[in-house]
């Protein structure tokens, strides 16, 4: 009977990643990710490399930057096209 829970050594919270490849030994279901530290590991070679979490998206998305002028673009809206009309030639 071990006391897991209250044991200040108590191993971290690793989790198998199914079906992952080893990069470096290519052994399958070898690897796993600390989910404190987000490091994944080879438990076959050692392997280890500091993983970025994928599932968290971006926070610095391009969707904040609008501040285009709109006066600007009203008055380029407003700009009528008169080019189809040209002055009768006058043939003296
Ligand atoms: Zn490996």
Request: hydrophobic share 35%; proline share 15%.
């Amino acid at each position: 009977m071990v006391p897991e829970d209250n044991s200040p050594k108590s191993p971290p919270p690793r989790r198998f990643i199914a079906g992952a490849v080893c990069p470096r030994c290519s052994a399958m279901d070898t690897i796993v990710v600390d989910r404190e530290t987000d490091l994944r590991e080879c438990v076959a070679c050692g392997f280890s490399d500091p993983r970025p979490k994928d599932n968290r998206v971006p926070a610095a998305e391009p969707v904040t930057r609008v501040s285009r002028p709109a006066a600007r673009r009203v008055e380029t809206a407003a700009e009528v096209v008169r080019v189809l009309e040209p002055p009768p030639k006058r043939e003296d």
